[in-house]
T-cell receptor
Framework: KAGVTQTPRYLIKTRGQQVTLSCSPI?????VSWYQQTPGQGLQFLFE???????NKGNFPGRFSGRQFSNSRSEMNVSTLELGDSALYLC?????????????FGPGTRLTVL | AQSVTQLGSHVSVSEGALVLLRCNYS??????LFWYVQYPNQGLQLLLK??????LVKGINGFEAEFKKSETSFHLTKPSAHMSDAAEYFC????????????FGPGTSLSVIP
């Protein structure tokens, strides 16, 4: 079974631009979560989608948004990029939303904002 | 507020030596506890998790961890380090019932010396 895939793997943008990142979960997984990983703040939860609905959102500004499609694929969008948005963005999928379900992570998208 | 502490941001061990990575948490309720590993340029991989039941949890790659409620600890051990164990290790604790409530520790970078 294929793992979680994320595209693109690397991205360079300039301040003020917007960016869209894509995540394809493991087949059959319905929950997709997004995390931001930075050296200073560590791993922080961005949001979770389940059945095309955002179920939870972390403490991030409204510039960060996402969506989930009927096939469970998910995208996240960051508008008006700031230097501080440079990070590794990780997507994770699980069968359902329970902590007893293992969460599988993708390799991440490395975003650099210049 | 719940928090996770990982003692030692960098740990070095010799190949074949015991690996001990420390994790302490603060929690007002019995927690779910996780250990993840992250190899360079990859996402996180679940090593093991404690939900309920036996306090000694065995995971993949020969790792295990013991939940000690009285010490609020969940230290990760492996009897004999391999070169392939060199990676970043994250302890995480839940503060709810879904992944948006999981708090990650700052991580411990493990180096294995030949």
């Amino acid at each position: 079974k294929a793992g979680v895939t994320q595209t693109p793997r690397y991205l360079i943008k300039t301040r003020g631009q917007q960016v869209t990142l894509s995540c394809s979960p493991i087949s059959g997984h319905r929950s997709v979560s997004w995390y931001q990983q930075t050296p200073g703040q560590g791993l922080q939860f961005l949001f979770e989608y389940f059945s095309e609905t955002q179920r939870n959102k972390g403490n991030f500004p409204g510039r960060f948004s996402g969506r989930q499609f009927s096939n469970s694929r998910s995208e996240m969008n960051v508008s008006t990029l700031e230097l501080g948005d440079s990070a590794l963005y990780l997507c994770a999928s699980s069968l359902e939303r329970s902590l007893t379900d293992t969460q599988y992570f993708g390799p991440g998208t490395r975003l650099t904002v210049l | 507020a719940q928090s996770v502490t990982q003692l030692g941001s960098h740990v070095s061990v010799s190949e074949g030596a015991l690996v001990l990575l420390r994790c302490n948490y603060s929690s007002s309720v019995p927690p779910y506890l996780f250990w993840y590993v992250q190899y360079p340029n990859q996402g996180l991989q679940l090593l093991l998790k404690y939900t309920t039941g036996a306090t000694l949890v065995k995971g993949i790659n020969g790792f295990e961890a013991e939940f000690k409620k009285s010490e609020t600890s969940f230290h990760l051990t492996k009897p004999s380090a391999h070169m392939s164990d060199a990676a970043e290790y994250f302890c995480a604790v839940h503060r709810g019932t879904s992944y948006d409530k999981v708090i990650f520790g700052p991580g411990t970078s493990l180096s294995v010396i030949p």
